[in-house]
């Protein structure tokens, strides 16, 4: 079992709202409290970019290109972190990333496909 299991994406159009899940069901909880979690985001023929990221008790960080439209939140005892999009535009199209960092690991997961039609 993957160490990270993303899900909720899907084909939404401009405007529109997406809600992704991250869970790290081989963690266990203390371990996962202890990571960074942050989701990425790559899209056709550009480099994974930096969506949002948060910490137990640290600050979240957005993209600049965010600008209010996403919520990153994280549920310790569910081990999850989800990605709440709203007023989603064409260029927000990629797959998304979730990534637990700590300093004994860097996770990825499989990815979840984002689609925005105009």
């Known amino acids: 079992q993957a160490q990270l299991v993303e899900s909720g994406g899907g084909l939404v159009q401009a405007g529109g709202s997406l809600r992704l899940s991250c869970r790290a069901p081989?963690?266990?909880?203390?371990?996962?409290?202890?990571?960074?979690m942050g989701w990425y985001r790559q899209a056709p023929g550009k480099q994974r970019e930096m969506v949002a990221t948060?910490?137990?008790?640290?600050?979240?960080e957005y993209a600049d290109f965010v600008n209010g439209r996403f919520t990153i939140s994280r549920d310790a005892a569910k081990k999850t972190i989800y990605l709440q999009m709203n007023n989603l535009k064409v260029e927000d199209t990629g797959v998304y990333y979730c990534?637990?960092?700590?300093?004994?690991?860097?996770?990825w997961g499989q990815g979840t496909q984002v689609a925005v039609s105009s």
């Open positions: 990534n637990a960092f700590s300093n004994q690991n860097d996770y």
């Open positions: 081989r963690m266990i909880t203390s371990v996962f409290s202890m990571q960074k």
């Open positions: 948060i910490t137990r008790s640290g600050p979240i």
